[in-house]
């Protein structure tokens, strides 16, 4: 099947270039599925303390019924990367394959596709590729230590985000200790809340998702409707 929007998706040959042409040393692979919302863009700076880069890939190949489409995925992505992140340390473009939600196996598969295209680092969040709850929130992390070394790409460990009403801000257990505390001052920041949120089901927080990122999405479809 040819991809409505393949001319996003880019070589790895041209990625690896691209991050010599930048002398970027070292370089994060990003996996998602979901238009950018504040939890992933926590991720993302985080990520930019410890490399010199980001290559942000969008999973746009075959995604169950409700998911988002690849246009509303690279339009509000192109708006994030334009309006708010270092432009030089961002490199983008899309992946067509078919999305698996096998968790902790599809985390390392993930993985192997971004050294492929020259990052020496690959991010795995909370329930990496997992889908209803399915897997455990931190099986991914355990499965790729398990086989890290025979990886050749260092996993950077990601805590869930959620956003914290008495901090003020998007944050992990690492830092803020109230979700345990006084759990009704926090909440988690996730693509399932998002989609509802621009499916009109609940009110669009800024503390989710950013009024920019919704506005570029004004006359895009935004969710899958059948199955590609």
């Given at each position: ?20 042409r ?38 746009i ?23 708010f ?19 902790p196996?599809e ?23 997992g ?24 996993i ?73």
């Amino acid at each position: 099947i040819v991809h409505p929007l393949s001319k996003y998706e880019v070589y790895p040959e041209i990625i690896k270039a691209d991050i010599k042409r930048r002398n970027l040393k070292t370089i994060a692979g990003f996996q998602t599925r979901n238009v950018p919302h504040r939890a992933h863009e926590y991720l993302q700076r985080l990520a930019l303390e410890k490399v010199d880069g980001l290559f942000i890939q969008p999973l746009i190949g075959r995604k169950k019924i409700g998911d988002f489409t690849p246009e509303a995925i690279m339009k509000s992505y192109q708006t994030l990367i334009n309006d708010f992140l270092p432009q030089r340390k961002i490199l983008l473009g899309a992946l067509t394959t078919s999305m698996r939600y096998a968790g902790p196996r599809e985390a390392v598969f993930h993985a192997l596709i971004r050294k492929n295209y020259g990052c020496t680092h690959f991010i795995v969040g909370r329930d990496h590729a997992g889908v209803a709850g399915y897997y455990g929130k931190y099986d991914a992390h355990k499965l790729c230590k398990k086989i890290e070394s025979e990886l050749d790409i260092k996993i950077i460990y990601m805590r869930g985000p959620f956003y914290c009403n008495k901090c003020g801000q998007v944050v992990t257990d690492r830092v803020c200790n109230h979700e345990k505390d006084k759990p009704k001052s926090t909440f988690e920041i996730s693509g399932t809340k998002i989609r509802a949120m621009l499916k009109g089901k609940e009110a669009v927080s800024e503390k989710y998702i950013r009024p920019e990122i919704v506005n570029s999405l004004s006359g895009v479809k935004i969710f899958i409707e059948e199955e590609i």
